[in-house]
Every structure is written in C-alpha cells, then in structure tokens.
C-alpha cells in the first residue's frame, strides 16, 4: 500500500488543512489540536525537529496540509473580519464560549500524568501573574501601533497553538488588539502584516518544536498547568464589559453565541481525546 493510499490523496489533505487552518484564527480552537485529530499532529512534529530526515518525502506529504492551511485560514478571516467589525461585542461572547468548552478537556489532559499541590500553586500563581500582567499591561497594549516585532510576536503566538495541542492563542491576541487586525491583513493580502506573522511562526515551530517536546517529556504536569493558568487569565480579560448603545436582542444574542461557542469548543475536545 501506497503511502498516499494510507493517509489519503492530495485534496483530503488539502482539506485537512484547511481545517487546521481555522485553528490558527479561531479562538478556543487549536490548530494542534486538530492536526491530532486528523492524525498528523505526531508526524508534522517529528518532521519539524528532524527537518533533514525524510525532508522529501514529509515535504510532499505536508505540501496539501500546509497550502489548505492558509486557503482556510483566507476564507475565514472575510467572515471574522467583518463580524468583530460589526457585532464586536456579541461575537467576543462567541468566542469566550469556545475557549470555556475547551477548559474541561484542557484540565484532564493537565493532569493526565498527576496532579499535586505543586501544579495547584503553579496553576494559580501563573493565572493571578498573567491576570496582573494583563491587565496592568492593558494601556500599553492600547497604545503602541502594530508594528513589525507586534507582528512577529503575533506569528510566535499563533505557532505556538500548532506545537501545543489544546492551546489557542487567538484569545492573546484578542486581547491585545490585533486579532481584527490580523483578520484584515490576511483578508485584504497585506504583507507588511503577513511576512512577519510568518517569520515568528516559522523560527518559532524551527526552534522550540525540539526543546517543547523535551521540556514536556520531563515536566508535562508542570508545564500544562502554567499554560492553562495564562490561558484562564487572558480568557477572563477578552470578556466584554462595554455594552453601550446595544439593545436586548443583542444581550440574547450574547447568550446565545456563549452557548454555541461553548458547545464548538467542547466538540472539538471531544474529537480531538477520540483521535488523538
């Protein structure tokens, strides 16, 4: 059998990838994630760290993954583009919801190797640090344009989510401000915002795909649950609190889209601990 035949043509791929894609640029969904799903999460790691090894092969396999990845990652950002662009304030409820239905599964999979009161003090001081860290840095976030490094630590963000499944980094950018703008960008083919995305995402996954597996074959519990405290802290700060010039239908649809987006992110656990 053919190894194409085995994990499927050019176009299943392609279409893999695109799902992946969605990952990158939805909050409360991992590209990591649903690589794990589709069953390439542990190949596309091992050939990131070992990039010499089998580069021809594995470049070929990935070449569909990678170009559906940005095709879905482009169609999508139309669609958030312009919802943040217009109903900011009940799409950010949406995307809360998606983060708090992957909290159950990110909590399981925290503790999977054990749970003692070392990784509860780490879970805490890491959500009170990065709540404080958050919120005092707010100004600062508010203030300074985008410019070619905010770009670049956009791009670490966002491959930090394929290295570490379960992880969505949207919702730091989100916060930060740039999440729309990063929408725009890719919608309107803007490379002073694309190639510097791309640069951080690429030295990111080149260099840390090696050390993140290492520092989580000898402190996993420990690691995970610093991670899941920044990811309480930054979800906590995305939670609109301007509700200004809205009226009931909006706060209904507030409810609504909290709910819908927990149940999304809550599916998209699911699916990834059955096929992971």
């Not at 669609?79 to 159950?104: A, D, H, K």
């Not at 670490?156 to 379960?166: D, E, F, Q, R, T």
């Not at 010039?245 to 601990?273: H, K, P, Q, V």
Request: aromatic fraction near 16%; charge should be neutral.
């Amino acid at each position: 059998m053919t190894e194409d035949s085995k994990n499927g043509s050019f176009w299943l791929r392609f279409i893999k990838g695109m799902f992946i894609g969605s990952g990158f640029i939805l909050p409360g969904v991992s590209g990591g994630a649903l690589a794990a799903i589709f069953g390439i999460y542990e190949r596309m790691i091992s050939f990131l760290a070992n990039l010499t090894k089998q580069f021809k092969e594995n470049f070929l396999f990935f070449l569909p993954v990678g170009l559906g990845a940005l095709f879905g990652i482009f169609l999508l950002s139309f669609g958030v583009s312009f919802l943040l662009g217009n109903y900011e304030t009940v799409i950010l409820w949406f995307f809360v919801g998606c983060i708090v239905g992957t909290l159950p599964s990110l909590w399981k999979e925290a503790g999977k190797e054990g749970r003692s009161t070392r990784e509860y003090i780490i879970l805490a001081v890491s959500f009170i640090a990065g709540s404080l860290f958050l919120w005092q840095g707010s100004a600062l976030f508010t203030v300074v344009e985008p410019t070619f490094l905010n770009w670049i630590f956009a791009g670490v963000l966002i491959a930090l989510g394929m290295i570490v499944p379960g992880l969505s980094p949207s919702n730091f950018l989100l916060y930060m401000g740039l999440y729309k703008l990063m929408a725009d960008g890719f919608k309107n083919f803007d490379f002073a915002i694309i190639i510097p995305i791309g640069i951080g995402g690429l030295a990111t996954v080149l260099l840390l795909s090696k050390l993140m597996n290492y520092i989580f074959s000898i402190a996993f519990p420990q690691l995970f649950h610093f991670i899941l405290g920044i990811v309480l802290a930054s979800t906590v700060m995305i939670i609109p609190t301007d509700y200004s010039g809205i009226g009931f239908g909006d706060y209904i649809g507030c409810i609504l889209l909290l709910l819908a987006g927990t149940w999304l992110g809550a599916f998209m656990s699911r699916l990834e601990n059955k096929y992971k």
